[in-house]
């Protein structure tokens, strides 16, 4: 006959081995679903040369060589999220101060993604493309100022945050926007980068990280 100290001793240490193994499974710290400091030209984002733009790897970072105006260049390393939290340190390196740059996520094709902008001379903006139509999300009917962002060739660290249907854009730290949009639900992040009305502007970035939200 077993003893029934035996079995409540068995019976507790079933228990406690089962709570090890959930808080495993569910109290583990999570690290990023992705990143790239852009050292390796071989990690997905690949290059392009066209006659608006060249784009592709350079020492250490990613950049955007935009020479047509009003010009809207991106790239994407080929992953597939729904909700997640993209940023990157960006700047405009020479050229025009009247570019834009940052972040999308829920990239589909050419002509479906979000992009979460600012732009060096320290305004920003929420856009969404929807077949190949761009529409800004962010209210006022343009691009709106904050003392938050860091203007000329200073450094940005750029935050869009893509969690069900709301949409937010952060720099420095800092919250600037959160819009709510149900067009787009999962796809691939990215870059993006765009020339003003001058056009002629070189955009880098360096340290993508995507994380969950």
């Known amino acids: 006959m ?4 035996w079995h409540l ?21 999570e690290g990023p679903l992705f990143q790239d ?9 690949g290059a392009d040369r066209r006659d608006g733009f060249d784009r592709g790897y350079d020492e250490g970072v990613y950049f955007f ?10 790239a994407s390393p080929g992953k597939d999220f729904d909700d997640v939290s993209v940023e990157v340190n960006a700047r405009a390196a020479s050229g025009a101060q009247d570019a834009h740059y940052g972040v999308l996520c829920r990239y589909k094709d050419a002509d479906n993604f979000y ?3 600012v732009s060096a001379d320290g305004y920003y903006a929420i856009f969404k493309r929807d077949g190949g139509d761009m529409e800004m999300l962010t209210a006022g009917g343009g691009m709106l100022s904050s003392p938050h ?24 730290g800092q919250w600037l926007a ?13 870059l993006g980068a765009s020339s003003g009305p001058s056009g002629g502007t070189r955009i880098v970035f360096d340290d993508f990280v995507v994380t969950a939200p």
């Not at 077993?2 to 100290?5: D, I």
């Not at 001793?9 to 090890?20: D, P, Y």
């Not at 203007?151 to 069900?164: D, S």
């Open 2 to 5: 077993k003893r029934p100290g």
């Open 178 to 190: 959160t819009v709510t949009d149900d067009t787009h639900a999962r796809g691939d992040v990215g």
């Open 65 to 74: 060589a935009l020479r047509a105006s009003n010009w809207l260049a991106w």
């Open 9 to 29: 001793g068995r019976c507790l240490m079933v228990a406690v081995a089962l709570s090890l193994l959930l808080c495993g499974c569910e109290c583990a710290v």
């Open 115 to 117: 992009y979460f902008a």
């Open 149 to 172: 962002i860091k203007t000329g060739k200073q450094v940005n660290r750029v935050l869009g945050v893509c969690k069900g249907d709301d949409l937010s854009l952060y720099v420095n």
């Open 37 to 45: 400091d852009f050292e390796n030209p071989d990690s997905g984002w």
